[in-house]
């Protein structure tokens, strides 16, 4: 069993749960999977639900990992002005300017990215069948949150502007209103991505422009709603919650032009071409083979560790960074 589960004993709940939303990044694995080619597709397509499923066990993790939240985002602004040119790309350069520690109390998401392709990369090229899924699974996790805006931004929540709660009312409840009956997957094939690096750190970019203008524009609508239009109590799992109403979803979501379906469009189009990326450096390996493989019982009592771990932490109020 993966030593990372001897940590047990020292579960390490941290304050806020770094995510699309579950459903969301269950979402955008699901759907990169239709961008591969066929070679890849005999692996991934019996194992979608696999890829769905685990797309969140990086936001589990932080229940066992103390470590595991910086993995998730980037307080770019913290060094800086845009394009940010004081913050070295090279994870070496950056060390040595900032230090270790000093990167990871504000976030590595587009190095951690790289850690992963090159580990997805290996696991394609030993044809192990269990350490591509899961890292494929993964990868997805974290290539999806350098596409949130607020995940490349100190103000991650709105709590410097008076905005507390913009961050799941960004990724989770406008996506929840909207992307099964109104949005479009249909997006193409995913493509070889020549230089990684440069490909998230250019979302990252992305991600931290739009931060901006996700706040103003709440800021500017709110002004527009009285409270009791802008909140309203809608049923959930069998309980009733105060959440930002659909009306008030809706102004939002057109004030934006669509940016959260374009930045879902754009994770689901990302996750698809690094796993194209890593099978292609790997040598495209012929994974027919592995179809039919199953987990050994390890495997499976980890993924059962984690899962519970998380149940258990999850009793606390979760606020998404």
Not at 73 to 98: Q, S, T
Not at 112 to 128: G, N, P, Y
Not at 160 to 189: C, M, V, Y
Request: glycine share 4%; proline share 4%.
């Amino acid at each position: 069993m993966k030593k990372i589960f001897l940590f047990l004993l020292a579960i390490y709940p941290s304050e806020k749960l770094f995510c699309w939303g579950f459903y969301m990044h269950e979402q955008i694995n699901y759907h990169a999977v239709f961008l591969l080619p066929p070679e890849m597709m005999i692996l991934f397509k019996p194992n979608i639900e696999f890829l769905r499923a685990h797309a969140v066990d990086p936001d589990k993790r932080r229940y066992i990992v103390a470590s595991e939240g910086a993995h998730h985002f980037i307080d770019i602004d913290h060094y800086g002005k845009y394009p940010f040119p004081e913050l070295p790309r090279n994870w070496r350069d950056a060390v040595k300017k900032f230090s270790g520690d000093s990167l990871n109390a504000y976030g590595i998401v587009p190095w951690w990215i790289q850690i992963m392709q090159q580990r997805l990369t290996k696991a394609f090229r030993e044809k192990d069948r269990t350490k591509i899924l899961r890292l494929a699974a993964e990868i997805g996790h974290y290539i999806a949150d350098a596409h949130v805006p607020l995940h490349a931004s100190s103000n991650h929540n709105g709590q410097l502007t008076n905005q507390q709660g913009i961050h799941g009312f960004w990724e989770s409840r406008i996506p929840e209103l909207f992307a099964e009956k109104e949005w479009d997957f249909f997006i193409g094939r995913a493509e070889y991505i020549s230089q990684p690096g440069d490909f998230i750190w250019h979302r990252i970019l992305e991600s931290a422009a739009a931060s901006d203008t996700v706040l103003r524009y709440e800021k500017e609508i709110s002004r527009l709603f009285t409270e009791d239009r802008r909140f309203a109590f809608e049923e959930k799992n069998g309980t009733m919650i105060r959440q930002y109403s659909a009306e008030y979803a809706t102004a939002y979501n057109k004030k934006l032009n669509n940016m959260v379906e374009r930045r879902m469009r754009q994770s689901i189009y990302a996750v698809a071409s690094f796993w194209f990326t890593c099978w292609v450096d790997a040598g495209q390996p012929d994974l027919k083979n592995l179809v039919n493989q199953n987990f050994n019982q390890d495997e499976l009592k980890e993924f059962e560790i984690l899962d519970t771990a998380w149940k258990n932490g999850n009793q606390k109020e979760n606020i998404c960074k």
